[in-house]
């Protein structure tokens, strides 16, 4: 970027996406603003898992050292049914890594305030226009070079510009929870038990239900409980602890602590945009391509595709900025549509219970470099 007066982005949206495109702008040399309509600055749900191509994001972005500082790198991504296992895969050659929302929400943020953003909390974006304008809730507009609408799968700035797209929904979805590890209670229980693993519990009795279970430090776990959303027991919250408990005796003491939580039951769905751009404005994550989980790259997509933005405006001129956002979603958005396909059929197959799932097409976004700015070239053409 070569202009004397910094250019400028408004953001609607400070989750992974908005704080990734936000911070990667500024270390550019951009203004950014960016709008979060809650009046708290805070991460919504409990773990996440992290792939290569997001962590080689947090890598550029400079805070892969804050990261670590709190995450895992579990040993095994163990599969079992019906508490047999399945299958124990090592990822070799596949990087990864474990942490809370909260923790990963905490580092953007800092970085992105480091690199000069200002965040503000209770503002609420309504719209925007394909000339760089957006509009607020409390009535006053702003203007900008560039605008990211990072607002979620109910994205306003998505829905203002008119842009068609489909939604599908999907048979499953997921109750998600941050509990203490109680690794003494689990390996009283199970003793032969790697419990540093993340282990995904099926069971192919008649109703279906699964735990996700993700250690993501020493002291916290993320459980993810699935039920499909026709089963009233399974998809309630707080949850049925009888019945999970039932199922799966060998949880009973993190299980305890999730029925103590309120709880979310979130349907899977994946939603696909007839464009991600109009003008000025770009859409990314959720408000431009939901997912359903079962790869963890929902937030990692978001991440992958914020910062290739970042990276393709700043190469531009301020008059060839719609072009530029063109150029880039034609470029970047086929992988992120086969991840979502791939997401998707995991989740209406479940077969994922099958175990010995990381390799070939579903790794393929694991082990995409955003960063390499050969990464077009012929390996990934
Ligand atoms: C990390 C992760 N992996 C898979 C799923 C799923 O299939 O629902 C959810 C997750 O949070």
Same mark, same amino acid.
């Given at each position: 970027?070569? %202009?004397?007066?910094?250019?400028?982005?408004?953001?609607a949206g400070?989750?992974?996406?908005g704080?990734?495109?936000?911070?990667?702008?500024?270390q550019?040399?951009?203004?950014?603003?960016?709008?979060?309509?809650?009046?708290?600055?805070?991460?919504?749900?409990a773990?996440?898992?992290?792939?290569?191509?997001?962590?080689?994001?947090?890598?550029?972005?400079?805070?892969?050292?804050?990261?670590?500082a709190?995450?895992?790198v579990?040993?095994?991504?163990?599969?079992?049914?019906?508490?047999r296992?399945?299958?124990?895969?090592?990822?070799?050659?596949?990087?990864?890594?474990?942490q809370?929302?909260?923790?990963?929400?905490?580092?953007?943020?800092?970085?992105?305030?480091?690199a000069?953003?200002?965040?503000?909390?209770?503002?609420?974006?309504?719209?925007?226009t394909?000339?760089?304008?957006?509009?607020?809730?409390?009535?006053?507009?702003?203007?900008?070079?560039?605008?990211?609408?990072?607002?979620?799968?109910g994205?306003?700035?998505?829905?203002?510009?008119?842009?068609?797209?489909?939604?599908?929904?999907?048979?499953?979805?997921? $109750?998600?929870?941050?509990?203490?590890?109680?690794? %003494?209670?689990?390996?009283?229980?199970?003793?032969?038990?790697?419990?540093?693993?993340?282990?995904?519990f099926?069971?192919? %009795?008649?109703?279906?239900l699964?735990?996700?279970?993700?250690?993501?430090?020493?002291?916290?776990l993320? /459980?993810?409980?699935?039920?499909?959303a026709?089963?009233?027991?399974?998809?309630?919250?707080?949850?049925?602890?009888?019945?999970?408990?039932?199922t799966?005796?060998?949880?009973?003491?993190?299980?305890? %602590?999730?029925?103590? /939580?309120?709880?979310?039951?979130?349907?899977?769905?994946?939603?696909?945009?007839?464009?991600?751009?109009?003008?000025?404005?770009?859409?990314?994550?959720?408000?431009?391509?939901? *997912?359903?989980?079962?790869?963890?790259?929902?937030?990692?997509?978001? *991440?992958?595709?914020?910062? $290739?933005?970042?990276?393709?405006?700043?190469?531009?001129?301020?008059?060839?900025?719609?072009?530029?956002?063109?150029?880039?979603?034609?470029?970047?958005?086929?992988?992120?549509?086969?991840?979502?396909t791939?997401?998707?059929?995991?989740?209406?197959?479940?077969?994922m219970?099958?175990?010995?799932q990381?390799?070939?097409?579903?790794?393929? *976004?694991?082990?995409y470099?955003?960063t390499d700015?050969?990464r077009?070239?012929?390996?990934y053409?």
């Amino acid at each position: 970027m070569t %202009d004397s007066v910094a250019r400028t982005a408004e953001i609607a949206g400070a989750g992974f996406a908005g704080l990734t495109a936000a911070t990667a702008l500024a270390q550019r040399g951009w203004r950014v603003r960016v709008h979060e309509r809650g009046e708290q600055l805070r991460a919504e749900g409990a773990g996440i898992v992290l792939w290569g191509n997001s962590l080689r994001v947090l890598d550029d972005l400079g805070v892969t050292p804050d990261l670590r500082a709190n995450a895992m790198v579990p040993p095994h991504y163990e599969t079992r049914m019906n508490n047999r296992i399945v299958s124990q895969e090592a990822l070799e050659g596949i990087r990864w890594s474990t942490q809370t929302r909260p923790h990963l929400f905490q580092v953007l943020l800092t970085a992105a305030r480091e690199a000069g953003v200002e965040v503000i909390a209770g503002s609420t974006v309504t719209g925007a226009t394909p000339d760089g304008t957006v509009t607020f809730g409390d009535g006053s507009r702003a203007t900008a070079d560039l605008v990211i609408g990072a607002d979620g799968v109910g994205s306003a700035v998505r829905d203002s510009l008119g842009i068609p797209f489909a939604r599908e929904r999907a048979r499953d979805g997921i $109750t998600r929870f941050l509990v203490p590890r109680r690794k %003494d209670e689990l390996a009283a229980l199970e003793p032969d038990t790697d419990w540093d693993n993340v282990i995904d519990f099926w069971n192919d %009795d008649e109703i279906g239900l699964r735990v996700l279970y993700t250690p993501c430090n020493d002291d916290e776990l993320y /459980i993810a409980l699935m039920a499909a959303a026709a089963d009233p027991r399974g998809s309630r919250v707080p949850i049925d602890l009888d019945l999970w408990t039932s199922t799966f005796p060998q949880l009973a003491p993190v299980l305890k %602590d999730a029925a103590a /939580i309120a709880g979310k039951y979130y349907g899977y769905q994946t939603s696909r945009l007839d464009h991600w751009t109009r003008g000025r404005v770009a859409v990314i994550g959720d408000a431009a391509h939901a *997912m359903c989980p079962a790869l963890a790259q929902g937030a990692g997509c978001a *991440m992958t595709n914020a910062f $290739t933005l970042a990276e393709a405006v700043t190469a531009a001129s301020v008059d060839g900025l719609p072009e530029a956002l063109e150029e880039w979603e034609r470029v970047e958005r086929p992988l992120t549509d086969r991840t979502q396909t791939r997401s998707q059929w995991y989740a209406d197959t479940r077969s994922m219970r099958e175990g010995g799932q990381f390799v070939d097409d579903s790794v393929e *976004m694991a082990l995409y470099d955003p960063t390499d700015p050969r990464r077009h070239e012929e390996q990934y053409a």
